[in-house]
């Protein structure tokens, strides 16, 4: 008998050609890919009309898995990629994927500008603190303080929050879930995917081996308790005060607010320009 | 531009580039202003929105590049136009359109180099960067413009052969040719030749996106088409997935030197003048081709039998036009705005007892008629 998986299976991933996947066991990716999945599906597009990008890294492996138009770009570089498909073809629906040192150390550039521009895309950033697949360097996500293989000592630099600096670049909507918060984390890019501008999701996930085991978290499970206990929902944030809320990060909806549409305003000046 | 319109234009070379590349069907531009090629983003933003084109400024030359191979993997012809410093920030991206081969057009306005360099002057420093200036073995096609006409020409051609061989064309253009107005007619549209890259016809199910063929010349399918498939970075397998296998490696890399190899005799594009006779000749590309054309002239009416080898294609290196002229030939000049990039690969193909001499200007400036004129007696 067909289960409601096996058909989202069936559909979406490419199990004959490329599984097993490189991910470590335990890894977040697969949580934040099955997501993703789900998310598309319920929004009911068809996989031709959808276009996964992807930079490097763990998470940019991720397109080779599933069964759409897929891209696996250049370090740090997919939103550049994904800015020339959309433009050049509207009816697709454009997702990025990237991890944290892709989307804000050497594609932080591309990433600010593409909020600022605001054409409608998705990014999802997928934010493990460390550079996973070059061996555990430290990332602009990295806590102050943390153990890497680049930050022996304790990691002098101070963390971005992608989430934040999203909301001041310009994104239409910015959402941040966990790979604990799974039901939320599929809200969130459902509405990302379905929002018509730039869309961002950060998603704190879990690299228990190269961050969580040189940082006293060093299984799948006891990262997972750290998001459950770490994230605060954003309603309750205001009713906290500041010491409360030390190391602790707010998850939901950041900002979800119109802005004018990139496409729609170029359509303007192609019709007001035409050769005659 | 619609036809019966009068088709005398005084346009300059960043111009006249734009209009052919929207002849050859160009509608999606990516690109950040840069000296000497601002006037070709600048253009581009008024001419592309009136043939229902796309114009972006990027946040950078990276991102520039990154766009117009998004767009042109959605079926769009693209193109972006830089200089120098923006060209070194290309190189990543060119790569990742070497190894996906995706058609696209890049045109590099050479100023004075390294570095910010000389940002209004003129030079061909960068020629061997257009070869090889990313990374890894890969084929790719450069061709040179000399003059107002030529930008036009060359640029049409250069997405024709892009679109066909599927691969990176890079034109150099110059300072001098960027800027110089010239009065240019442009041809009907009707009566360019456009082509077109070849799309699948097989079902979506049967589609291999790197499969071989006896052109080494897959079809492409665009995002969007219903032919959903995977794009990479990677080396990858007939069926665009990353593969570590040697042997699928080897047949990879073999068909992207072949594909071009076989089409060396519509890649490979020269002029030349005056060579039924000669003795002596200079080979010579862009805007000092034009130098060369004038001093070839004065030193014929002094008796000299000198003719002149214009190169348009630079690589891949046009080698049997250049032997045929060693062959034929005593000696020849090759004069060049850099320290001898070009006359280093004429002296790679010299098999024959011809003398190489070399005129190379480095200091900002043009080369002028005299300089060659010059250089011509000395060897004639």
């Known amino acids: 008998m067909s289960t409601e998986m096996d058909r989202i299976r069936n559909k979406y991933l ?16 697969g949580i934040v ?221 950041l900002v979800d607010r119109q802005k004018p549409d990139y496409i729609e305003q170029y359509q303007r000046i192609r019709e007001t320009s035409k050769d005659d | 531009m619609s036809d019966g319109e009068c088709k005398i234009k005084l346009l300059q070379g960043n111009e006249a580039i734009v209009e052919g590349a929207i002849v050859a069907g160009c509608r999606f531009f990516a690109g950040y202003p840069i000296t000497p090629a601002s006037e070709v983003s600048e253009q581009m933003s008024m001419r592309l929105p009136e043939v229902g084109g796309t114009f972006i400024q990027m946040e950078d030359e990276i991102a520039s590049m990154g766009a117009i191979i998004g767009a042109s993997l959605a079926g769009v012809k693209s193109m972006t136009a830089t200089s120098g410093p923006g060209f070194s920030l290309m190189q990543e991206n060119i790569g990742y359109a070497c190894i996906t081969e995706t058609p696209c057009v890049i045109v590099n306005v050479m100023r004075g180099g390294p570095s910010t360099g000389l940002p209004t002057n003129p030079s061909q420093g960068d020629v061997m960067q257009g070869r090889w200036g990313t990374h890894g073995d890969h084929p790719i096609i450069v061709m040179a413009v000399s003059t107002v006409a030529d ?55 049967w589609y291999l996106p790197y499969e071989d063929n006896s052109r080494g010349v897959p079809p492409m399918a665009s995002f969007g088409d219903g032919y959903r498939h995977h794009q990479t970075g990677l080396i990858h397998d007939q069926k665009g997935f990353p593969t570590q296998d040697s042997k699928e490696i080897q047949a990879f890399m073999e068909r992207q030197f072949r594909k071009i190899t076989n089409g060396f005799q519509e890649i490979i594009c020269f002029k030349r003048f005056m060579m039924e006779d000669a003795e002596v000749a200079i080979i010579a590309y862009g805007s000092v081709s034009r130098s060369a ?87 004639a």
Not at chain 1, 46 to 57: K, P, S, T
Not at chain 1, 80 to 90: C, D, E, M, Q, R
Not at chain 1, 136 to 150: L, M, R
Not at chain 2, 174 to 187: K, M, N, Q
């Open chain 1, 33 to 253: 890919m099955a997501s993703l999945i789900r998310a598309i599906d319920q929004i009911g597009l068809d996989n031709d009309e959808v276009v996964l990008a992807a930079g490097i890294g763990c998470a940019g492996r991720m397109p080779v898995y599933i069964d759409f138009n897929t891209l696996h770009t250049t370090h740090g570089r997919s939103l550049t990629f994904a800015t020339g498909i959309k433009l050049a073809n509207p009816a697709l629906t454009v997702v990025s994927i990237m991890g944290d040192g892709d989307a804000t150390a050497i594609g932080g550039n591309h990433f600010i500008h593409a909020a600022r521009r605001n054409l409608d895309l998705t990014a999802i950033i997928v934010n493990n603190q460390v550079y996973g697949m070059t061996g555990g360097q430290f990332s602009p996500t990295t806590p102050f303080g943390a153990t890497t293989t680049t930050s022996s000592y304790g990691n002098l630099e101070h963390a971005f929050s992608i989430a934040e600096l999203a909301v001041t670049a310009g994104a239409s909507f910015v959402g941040r879930g966990t790979v604990y918060h799974v039901k939320q984390l599929d809200m969130l890019i459902k509405k990302a995917v379905k929002k018509n501008g730039f869309s961002v999701v950060e998603i704190m996930s879990n690299c228990h081996t190269q961050y969580g085991r040189r940082n006293k978290l060093p299984d799948p499970v006891s990262m997972m308790q750290w998001f459950k206990k770490h994230a605060i929902a954003l309603e309750k944030v205001e009713k906290m005060d500041a010491e409360a809320l030390e190391d602790r990060f707010p998850i939901g909806i």
């Open chain 1, 14 to 29: 490419r199990h004959d050609k490329k599984f097993p996947h490189i991910w470590c066991p335990g890894c977040g990716n």
């Open chain 2, 151 to 205: 930008s036009f020409e060359i640029t049409v051609h250069a997405f024709n052969l892009s679109e066909k061989y599927r691969v990176p064309v890079i034109i150099m253009s110059d300072e001098v040719v960027a800027h110089t107005r010239e009065s240019i007619e442009l041809p009907e549209t009707s009566k360019v030749e456009v082509i077109e890259r070849i799309k699948p016809t097989v079902p979506p199910e």
């Open chain 2, 293 to 379: 054309k004038r001093a070839m002239r004065e030193a014929r009416q002094k008796g000299i039998k000198v003719g002149l080898l214009q190169l348009i294609t630079l690589f891949p290196f046009p080698k049997s036009p250049v032997a045929s002229v060693l062959r034929q030939c005593q000696a020849v000049i090759v004069p060049e705005m850099n320290i001898g990039q070009i006359s280093r690969e004429v002296k790679r193909v010299n098999q024959f007892s011809c003398n190489i001499h070399k005129i190379n200007k480095i200091n900002g400036e043009f080369i002028t008629p005299a300089e060659i004129y010059d250089g011509l007696l000395k060897i």
